[in-house]
């Protein structure tokens, strides 16, 4: 019997760190590491609910990954990060009280309309590649992320592949930036999540902390290794995630 719960937990670490790994250097972890806890007999609530444990602490590593390769957009990231916080107070209550059954099908058709953006959107001339993280633009981040900070309380799954479509367009942020700043304000934001579904009752810390050994170490080698490697191959990896993610959810 020890055996096997010992085998339950080191398949929780290696699935927690794929689950890492992809959520740092793309999106769609979740979908990978709800299904496990569900399995390991939590109920869906309390999956979602632990696995903002594993989220807080992965992308914490993630900053610092990052920030260890010299790649960061604070402040312009805190200030996305405190309106996703409290979008995300709101979403995390909503995810304690209501199911939504038609959940799997939506982020489906949000995961194909995020590929087609982005093989389809039109190329940027690089006299306009110009970072914009401030005035009117981060006023318009600020709202859309706050927003952003609903779903991402809500369920999370998923959130970082519309996070990398919105911060290009609207702030002409690298790939590499893009993630940099995704991570950071997920960070933030699953403060938030991690407390409500806490206040509710709805964390299993064991299961989180043993799920979090797996998801912070891919991060960490995630965030690094995605900056080596650069924009055209996170380009290709997105593309691929998202294309794969979005037939699980109809399909299966």
Not at 89 to 104: P, S
Request: aromatic share 12%; net charge positive.
């Amino acid at each position: 019997m020890e055996i096997l719960i010992f085998g339950k937990y080191i398949l929780l670490i290696a699935v927690g760190f794929l689950a890492g790994f992809i959520n740092t250097i793309a999106g769609g972890g979740t979908l990978l590491t709800m299904p496990m806890l569900i399995f390991m007999g939590l109920p869906p609530s309390v999956a979602n609910g632990t696995n903002r444990v594993a989220i807080l602490i992965q992308t914490a590593l993630g900053v610092k990954g990052f920030q260890s390769k010299g790649v960061t957009t604070h402040p312009f990231s805190i200030y996305l990060g405190i309106a996703a916080f409290f979008g995300s107070l709101i979403g995390a209550q909503i995810a304690v009280d209501i199911k939504g059954e038609t959940f799997n099908k939506i982020l489906a058709l949000i995961m194909v309309s995020v590929v087609l953006m982005m093989l389809f959107k039109p190329k940027i001339p690089l006299s306009e590649m110009i970072e914009r993280t401030t005035g009117k633009y981060l006023y318009l981040s600020v709202i859309v992320f706050f927003f952003l900070g609903i779903y991402g309380g809500f369920i999370n799954a998923g959130i970082g592949f519309i996070m990398l479509i919105v911060l290009p367009y609207i702030n002409r942020l690298s790939l590499i930036k893009s993630n940099a700043t995704k991570v950071a304000v997920v960070c933030i934001y699953t403060i938030a999540a991690v407390a409500m579904f806490a206040y509710h009752d709805k964390i299993n810390w064991k299961y989180g902390l043993i799920l979090a050994i797996g998801n912070a170490s891919g991060a960490w080698i995630s965030s690094r290794w995605s900056v080596k490697k650069g924009d055209d191959t996170i380009k290709k990896i997105v593309i691929a995630m998202i294309c794969v993610l979005a037939v699980k959810l109809w399909f299966f």
